[in-house]
């Protein structure tokens, strides 16, 4: 696991080291708990802030990369005016597809971003409220990520948009163990990408230390 160095001086979060600079921390960013996926989902039921819910359901069921995921038009996901249960695109960032589930809650929400917008075919999913521009951009989701995990008491600091991308297969890799399940869902092309991004080797060596009493 390696982080960007650029100060000397370092905290600790969430068991990981952080580089600090000034108040901004850098590095892996934690998954959000069950309880904190709630959390955030119930405040943006009760707003009513409909393209969000969208966003968060499918941020955290895609587990796609920031740069993905607002990249994502209606053809992408939903057919004859049908959320689909599965969908799939090519990445960004490897050229590569991977696939992803799209579950009831997901469905639902997105059902109710294109209804209420009146999407089709390839219209982006997520338009910005800029006029200047066509889509979301990276900056303005990494933004709406920092509100959501501010609005349940996180420091925005510490949490970003990996921290969705990760949520779901962290929970994923603790129930089963399964690396290559994870790997497979991430789009990784090496095992060993997967191992550095859940930080699985320094957490299962803990855990392995920790039943071993001397």
């Known amino acids: 696991m390696t982080f960007e160095v650029v100060h000397k001086s370092q905290v600790r979060s969430g068991g990981r080291a952080r580089a600090v600079t000034g108040r901004k921390l850098t590095g892996q960013?934690?998954?959000?708990?069950?309880?904190?996926?709630?959390?955030?989902?119930?405040?943006?039921?009760?707003?009513?802030?409909?393209?969000?819910?969208a966003l968060f359901n499918l941020g955290i069921d895609s587990k796609l990369r920031g740069c993905d995921l607002v990249r994502l038009r209606v053809e992408d996901v939903a057919?004859?005016?049908?959320?689909?249960?599965?969908?799939?695109?090519?990445?960004?960032k490897t050229g590569r597809p991977v696939q992803f589930e799209i579950t009831d809650q997901a469905r639902a929400a997105v059902g109710d971003l294109i209804q209420k917008h009146g999407l089709s075919?390839?219209?982006?999913?997520?338009?910005?409220?800029?006029?200047s521009s066509e889509r979301l951009s990276t900056r303005q989701y990494a933004r709406l990520v920092q509100g959501?995990?501010?609005?349940?008491?996180?420091?925005?600091?510490?949490?970003?948009?990996?921290?969705?991308?990760?949520?779901?297969?962290?929970?994923?890799?603790?129930?089963?163990?399964?690396?290559?399940?994870?790997?497979?869902?991430?789009?990784?092309?090496?095992?060993?990408?997967?191992?550095?991004?859940?930080?699985?080797?320094?957490?299962?060596?803990?855990?392995?230390?920790?039943?071993?009493?001397?």
């Open 29 to 53: 960013k934690p998954a959000l708990k069950m309880k904190e996926v709630m959390a955030i989902r119930i405040r943006l039921q009760m707003a009513g802030k409909i393209r969000e819910l």
């Open 79 to 92: 057919v004859a005016g049908t959320v689909k249960n599965r969908a799939a695109i090519v990445q960004k």
């Open 121 to 131: 075919g390839s219209d982006f999913l997520f338009h910005s409220r800029l006029a």
């Open 148 to 214: 959501w995990v501010s609005s349940i008491g996180l420091n925005p600091a510490t949490y970003g948009t990996h921290s969705l991308r990760r949520t779901k297969v962290a929970m994923i890799y603790r129930k089963t163990g399964n690396l290559r399940a994870v790997q497979l869902l991430l789009g990784h092309t090496k095992l060993e990408s997967t191992i550095r991004y859940l930080g699985v080797e320094v957490d299962d060596a803990l855990a392995l230390s920790e039943q071993v009493d001397l």
